[in-house]
């Protein structure tokens, strides 16, 4: 723990001063009062009890003080609060090697599992949107916060031929910023290198680019078996992620050996294409994970819900200490009314 006013902390030297303060107001009470015959029958009457309870309402409006003191110092910490993305872009292969075995009960089944129980704990205030990608990407569910058609539209998905990462992404950055003018057709199907660069064909729609994972208000989770096949160049997509600010969080899912599957007649080896994933999350700052079980992948989508729904984040605890010395000072104002009939 830091203090953005460590000067302040100095005056935690007055508190022994107080207490040497009420020790010798103690003793001059003592000194006053009157004598008795035998002292001892007194003491006797009150019990030890009653001696040591006196003390505890100081004691304990001491730490109020103490308290007070320290967040007058406005320290700063490491907390774990809500994070501030309020859309979600569940991006996701539908490719016809999500049907390999590898992972039980089949690839699709395993990642439709894991996202459903992803979204389930993701907080009613955030918007959840999904793009599915295969050969090309379409909207599956527009961003909304009713979890019940975000569910329905994971049980939607349908296997295709090939597999366009880099169209997942763009998809998704054309969701997240709807009114941006972003080319999806130029960019998926066009050789138009503006388009392929992200560049809005509306002159009134300029932009600027932006330092990356800049954009706190959304962020997209992509998961994928596969290599790239066909569409945009992932890692052109990605950079246009970057210059957005968005970040990718990349979920790889299967074996990095690859395995021989028949789809439609075809046979094709899948290999999971790791480096590529890992490059999409650096440029984006976002984070890569892999997931080569059903077990393993559920255990990923619960770290992104800590790392995407709650974040640990240094900020300013001032209101902690405030709220602290606030309980202590009416415990001790409590406790000296119900003992002695008096505040302190």
Request: proline residues 4%; without cysteine; aromatic residues 6%.
């Amino acid at each position: 723990m830091t203090f953005l006013w460590p000067e302040a902390l100095w005056l935690l030297a007055a508190l022994p001063l107080l207490v040497a303060a009420y020790l010798l107001l103690l003793r001059r009470r003592k000194k006053a009062a009157l004598r008795y015959a035998s002292l001892n029958l007194v003491r006797d009457a009150l019990g030890a009890g009653t001696r040591l309870r006196r003390h505890v309402p100081p004691l304990v409006f001491l730490v109020a003080l103490a308290a007070m003191i320290v967040a007058s110092a406005r320290p700063v910490g490491f907390v774990t609060l809500p994070s501030q993305y309020r859309t979600i872009i569940l991006a996701m292969d539908v490719s016809g090697s999500m049907r390999a075995m590898d992972v039980e009960p089949n690839r699709l089944a395993a990642a439709q599992a894991a996202a459903k129980a992803f979204v389930a704990e993701v907080p009613h205030n955030t918007r959840i949107g999904v793009v599915s990608f295969a050969g090309t990407a379409s909207v599956v569910q527009a961003p909304t916060q009713s979890r019940d058609d975000v569910l329905a539209a994971i049980d939607r998905f349908q296997l295709q031929r090939g597999t366009a990462i880099g169209s997942g992404i763009v998809v998704a950055l054309a969701t997240i910023f709807p009114d941006a003018g972003i080319d999806v057709g130029s960019l998926i199907y066009g050789r138009d290198r503006d388009a392929r660069r992200g560049v809005a064909r509306d002159p009134r729609k300029e932009f600027t680019p932006v330092p990356p994972g800049s954009h706190a208000s959304a962020a997209i989770i992509l998961l994928t078996d596969g290599q790239r096949t066909t569409g945009p160049d992932s890692l052109e997509a990605a950079r246009m992620a970057a210059d957005r600010g968005v970040r990718v969080f990349t979920v790889g899912i299967g074996t990095t050996g690859g395995e021989v599957i028949g789809f439609e007649g075809w046979s094709m080896r899948v290999r999971l294409d790791e480096e590529t994933l890992k490059k999409i999350a650096n440029i984006t700052l976002g984070e890569y994970f892999y997931a080569g079980s059903a077990a393993d992948l559920k255990k990923v989508y619960q770290t992104l819900n800590s790392r995407v729904v709650m974040e640990r984040k240094q900020t300013e605890i001032t209101a902690l200490f405030a709220a602290a010395a606030a309980a202590a000072a009416l415990v001790a104002a409590a406790l000296s009314l119900l003992w002695f009939n008096r505040i302190l």
